[in-house]
């Protein structure tokens, strides 16, 4: 998944890091560049790979560092054999002390050879940066997860209280089985925990590669598509007729691109376009009248001219895929449209659906939402237990960066947390350039120096949080 953070403000870099890094990884940082390595280089694309056997390489890497058989489990659903997960417990010593789990996925995007510089699936170490399809979403925080785990189980002490890991299929694909709603349904033992870290958060370098920025992501909206079909008797091309299928498509079309959603707030948001509003420009003076007054359609209109706050101020839908016709000399029989909507915290699926049927106001387009259906995410609070330590970790490794909570534009599998009551944040600490390091996209990479800086604060924040009272 695409990670979008909202706030701006601030830069600075750690001096010395990248004279560091030319010396090459400590040990340490070497067992776990194998683990990442594994990870990459084990293809878990929904067409061809296989999130189980990367599951089961995992678990391997568990029993060599002590873990006992009834601490791992791997999970297989009978009719997805190839789309299993892991989910690994690290006893506290402290067994009133609530848990916390790290979540992530194992299922990356489809790549093509043909496409890449290099091969998706062979971890490249180049210039600076580590090449290959899940190198940034999300497999170096899953082999982070799994490496946090290895060194709390040798260490000399345990943590106080119980730290969980699932690493699950199905989340880059809407349509696929998804490991992580399966797991909340069917063992919600193994993932109870008070909240979990998950991906969503981050870091942002500038294009000169300094740290401008951390994001803790609270809170996420939902991805749901639409189906808008408009069918007709069609004919012969050469007899024009007034109800053309492609024509009222399009018409419903460019209604829905007119349309903006009311703008809403909540606690990140308004955290978040606070800061945004210190900028002193045209989007900042708009978020300022609409903190205050969320109702004023100007200011919403001048704020929403900045992409990244207009992605996370109301709803959004948009079309992503148009079919239509049968053939060139034809009249349209049928003509069909995807609408992509990002749906905000406390909105409903239906009432999107019921809202583009309001504006597209015409009854020969039908508009059906798209199964499956997911949930969409609670909110998780500002809760102080969370974001304090992840600030505190942060002034010790990345002083003078300020931590901005983030609502993410797009979804993660938190939102399947909901209704096991388990608030999930995006972690931050792995910095990632502006361009969005090719996730999803060409030739994906993440620069060596933010996954090792990433390691490093991740272990201390989930040490802080294991260890601490």
């Known amino acids: 998944m695409r990670k979008i953070l909202a706030a701006l403000i601030g830069s600075t870099m750690l001096a010395g890091a990248a004279d560091a890094q030319a010396q090459g990884p400590r040990p340490d940082q070497q067992a776990f560049r194998e683990i990442y390595e594994e990870l990459v280089e084990t293809n878990t694309t929904l067409s061809s790979g296989s999130c189980t056997e990367a599951a089961a390489k995992m678990g391997a890497r568990l029993r060599k560092a002590g873990f006992a058989e009834g601490d791992i489990h791997l999970l297989t659903e009978p009719s997805h054999p190839k789309e299993g997960s892991i989910d690994a417990v690290l006893k506290g010593s402290d067994a009133k002390a609530k848990p916390i789990l790290l979540l992530g996925h194992l299922d990356v995007v489809e790549a093509r050879r043909e496409d890449w510089t290099s091969d998706p699936f062979t971890l490249i170490e180049e ?53 992580a709603d399966w797991l909340v349904r069917n063992r919600p033992e193994l993932i109870s925990a008070e909240f979990a870290l998950n991906e969503g958060g981050g870091g942002q370098l500038n294009a000169e590669g300094r740290k401008e920025r951390m994001g803790v992501q609270v809170g996420e909206k939902t991805a749901q598509s639409y189906l808008l079909t408009v069918t007709n008797p069609g004919g012969h091309s050469s007899r024009p007729r007034p109800d053309n299928a492609i024509y009222e498509l399009a018409d419903a079309l460019l209604k829905i691109r007119s349309y903006v959603f009311p703008t809403r707030l909540n606690d990140t948001t308004r955290v978040g376009f606070g800061l945004r509003a210190q900028a002193g420009d045209a989007v900042g003076e708009a978020l300022k009248k609409l903190l205050a007054n969320p109702a004023d359609a100007e200011a919403a209109r001048v704020a929403a001219t900045d992409a990244n706050v207009n992605a996370i101020l109301h709803t959004n839908c948009v079309a992503t895929r148009l079919d239509a016709g049968h053939a060139s000399n034809a009249l349209p029989q049928r003509a069909t449209a995807i609408v992509n909507c990002r749906i905000f915290p406390g909105e409903t699926v239906e009432g999107t659906r019921e809202t583009l049927v309001k504006v597209v106001a015409d009854p020969r387009v039908s508009i059906e939402t798209v199964q499956p259906v997911r949930p969409i995410a609670t909110q998780p609070p500002l809760d102080p237990k969370v974001i304090g330590p992840m600030k505190a970790v942060a002034a010790k490794h990345f002083p003078g960066v ?26 931050p600490g792995v910095f990632g350039d502006p361009d969005g390091n090719g996730a999803h996209g060409l030739n994906e990479r993440l620069r060596v120096s933010s996954v090792y800086e990433g390691r490093d604060y991740l272990f201390d924040l989930v040490s802080a949080y294991a260890y601490g009272k």
């Open 127 to 179: 210039n600076g940066y580590f090449y290959g399809r899940g190198t940034a979403d999300m497999k170096a925080m899953d082999a982070i997860w799994v490496d946090t785990l290895i060194r709390m189980k040798t260490a000399a002490k345990p943590p106080r209280r119980t730290v969980k890991m699932a690493l699950t299929c199905g989340e880059e694909t809407a349509e696929a089985f998804n490991g």
């Open 402 to 427: 300020p931590l901005i909570p983030s609502m993410l534009a797009g979804a993660t599998d938190g939102r399947y947390f909901g209704p096991a009551k388990i608030p999930v944040y995006g972690a």
